[in-house]
């Protein structure tokens, strides 16, 4: 079964994108915000980069 990319609905502090990313790479949620927050100071992307995630990844379903 492949793997996919979903909002996590238990580990979430705004919307689930970071939960679901380190969900999905199995790594400590964390760890991706703290990477989040460093991209959205080197230039202010990741805030845009965020809303977009937020819109597109679905929700998980199954649960």
Not at 21 to 42: H, K, M, N, Q
């Amino acid at each position: 079964m492949a793997k996919k990319l979903y909002l996590s609905s238990t580990d979430k502090k705004i919307s689930g994108v970071c939960g679901g990313i380190a969900e999905y790479f199995d790594l400590d949620s964390t760890l991706v915000r703290l990477g989040w927050i460093l991209f959205c100071l080197a230039g202010g992307s990741g805030v845009i980069g965020y809303i977009i995630a937020a819109m597109i990844m679905p929700h998980r379903s199954d649960m």
